[in-house]
């Protein structure tokens, strides 16, 4: 309940997470306000529902003040403000919210990609959905968008700037039935509430504490007995809750107090 220590948390653990710090000051505007600024609502945002020891979900899905509907996310994920950049997206979220890496491009496959986009059939002039549509039949980024696609085609109404919208700027209405984590969705609402539960996202988490341990793939009974104790709770434990279970686990003092072994 200390407002520094939780001030603390809020920074070094789920800044970390979303990796807000470099952003911290930078100095520009962005859809009309500081981006320091964008940073410290979003550890409020973060602070709020630790104080409250809201629900772990809750930080992703929050009754229309979850994470993607923040401009901070608007701003991790900008391309340009004609429209948004879902595969950017589709890569933060990978990335910094799943812990996921994808494999690194090699030059031959830049160089396919670059092609393609050249190409004569290439939909320059369509929408965000046409064009992943037009990558994910290429045999050169179909390994890649199968991954990258569902998970950022669901936030596609919510605009660069974080503004809610229905079509696109051509004018098509924004539509899509995708799949993710094995549930369908064909809204961003039903998109938010999968994210919310996938356990990638709780074990993305738990690597941003526990960064001095082999994590997931490495150790798989570290990460048995990790997620088993900080979960116990199950995803709608409060955020409070999912911390002291992590803090308390045997894993942590020993890693995190040198006397340990003693």
């Known amino acids: 309940k200390n407002s520094v220590y939780q001030d603390r948390i809020v920074r070094n653990i789920f800044g970390k997470w979303l990796n807000l710090n470099k952003f911290q000051f930078e100095d520009a505007d962005f859809a ?54 879902p595969v950017r997206r589709g890569l933060y979220i990978l990335g910094e919210i799943m812990c996921y890496e994808l494999p690194d491009l090699t ?98 988490l738990l690597e941003n504490i526990h960064d001095k341990i082999e994590f997931r793939k490495e150790n798989v009974v570290v990460n048995s007995c990790l997620m088993t104790q900080a979960m116990a709770g199950g995803i709608d434990q409060g955020i409070q809750d999912f911390l002291i279970n992590t803090m308390t686990s045997y894993l942590f003092v020993r890693n995190n107090n040198p006397k340990f072994e003693e």
């Open 107 to 204: 030059p031959a496959a830049e160089s396919e990609i670059l092609a393609i986009q050249q190409s004569d059939d290439f939909p320059e002039d369509g929408t965000n959905l046409e064009k992943l549509a037009f990558h994910s039949q290429s045999p050169a980024c179909a390994s890649c968008h199968k991954i990258i696609d569902p998970t950022a085609i669901g936030l596609e109404p919510i605009g660069p700037f974080g503004e809610i919208r229905t079509h696109y700027p051509n004018g098509d209405k924004i539509e899509f039935d995708e799949k993710l984590a094995g549930e369908s969705y064909t809204s961003t609402e039903e998109y938010i509430d999968i994210t919310s539960r996938t356990i990638d996202f709780q074990y993305c």
């Open 32 to 85: 009309g306000d500081r981006v320091p600024a964008l940073v410290t609502d979003e550890y409020d945002r973060i602070k709020t529902l630790l104080d409250q020891n809201r629900p772990l979900s809750q930080l992703i899905k929050n009754k229309g003040d979850g994470l993607f509907q923040t401009k901070m996310f608007a701003k991790a994920t900008f391309s340009v403000p004609e429209d948004t950049a």
